[in-house]
Nanobody, 130 residues
Framework: QVQLVESGGGLVQAGGSLRLSCAASGRTFSVYAMGWFRQAPGKEREFVAAIRRNGVYTYYTDSVKGRFTISRDNAKNTVYLQMNSLKPEDTADYYC???????????????????????WGQGTQVTVSS
C-alpha cells in the first residue's frame, strides 16, 4: 500500500505561481514513477506531468510545457509540481498518483494514462482567477 497526500493548492491570480506537494508513505521503495493529473469541473481527468523514480525522466502534457516543472525529493518521499504563469484554464483539482507496476523503459504514453497508476491521492484544489 502507498498513501499519497497532496497539499499546496489555493487561489491565485492569473500569471501567479503555486507549488503543489505530494507526500508518499508506505511502500515507497516500490514506486517506479509518480504523476500529476487534474480534473476541472464537468471535465474528465487529464494528465499533467510524470517523473520517474530516478528523477531523470519527466514528461508533460503540451499545455503546461515551459510553465510547470515536476520534481521529486526521494529522501522526503515527496513529489512537487511547480506551476508558474498560471492561467484560468489551469483551474482544477490536482491529483498525484503512484505507479508500482511498470519498471520498463520510460514511456510518456504509458504515464499519461490514468489507468497506469496504482494509487491516488485525495486531490488539492487550484483556482486561478482572471
Amino acid at each position: 500500500q502507498v498513501q499519497l497526500v497532496e497539499s499546496g493548492g489555493g487561489l491565485v491570480q492569473a500569471g501567479g505561481s503555486l507549488r503543489l506537494s505530494c507526500a508518499a508513505s508506505g511502500r515507497t521503495f516500490s514506486v517506479y514513477a509518480m504523476g500529476w493529473f487534474r480534473q476541472a469541473p464537468g471535465k474528465e481527468r487529464e494528465f499533467v506531468a510524470a517523473i520517474r523514480r530516478n528523477g531523470v525522466y519527466t514528461y508533460y502534457t503540451d499545455s503546461v510545457k515551459g510553465r510547470f516543472t515536476i520534481s521529486r525529493d526521494n529522501a522526503k518521499n515527496t513529489v512537487y509540481l511547480q506551476m508558474n504563469s498560471l492561467k484560468p484554464e489551469d483551474t482544477a483539482d490536482y491529483y498525484c498518483a503512484a505507479d508500482l507496476s511498470y519498471g520498463g523503459p520510460f514511456s510518456g504514453s504509458y504515464y499519461a494514462t490514468a489507468g497506469s497508476y496504482d494509487y491516488w491521492g485525495q486531490g488539492t484544489q487550484v483556482t486561478v482567477s482572471s
